[in-house]
């Protein structure tokens, strides 16, 4: 069995975990770092500030997003990889 750490939980990190587990079977564990509980789309930020859509639009909790994949999430920030 492996465990696969993904560092990172933006517009890289949850697809390729997504299609980790897609790929690998169940006995295999993943886990996603990331130092924040959320995602915010930082491209609408413009639209944001011009009024065009909300915060709450371009933000979302991750955890649920992952766990519903059985994907582990940490939210912490990663300062050192011991390997």
């Known amino acids: 069995m492996a465990h696969i750490v993904v560092l990172g939980a933006g517009t890289g990190g949850m697809p390729a975990a997504y299609e980790m587990r897609e790929e690998l079977g169940r006995e295999h564990e993943i886990t996603v770092v990331n130092e924040r509980?959320?995602?915010q789309f930082v491209p609408s930020n413009p639209w944001v500030a011009v009024g065009w859509r909300d915060r709450a639009s371009?933000?979302?909790d991750i955890r649920p997003h992952l766990e519903r994949k059985g994907i582990n999430f940490v939210a912490k920030r990663c300062e050192k990889i011991d390997a």
């Open 37 to 39: 509980e959320y995602f």
């Open 58 to 60: 371009v933000t979302f």
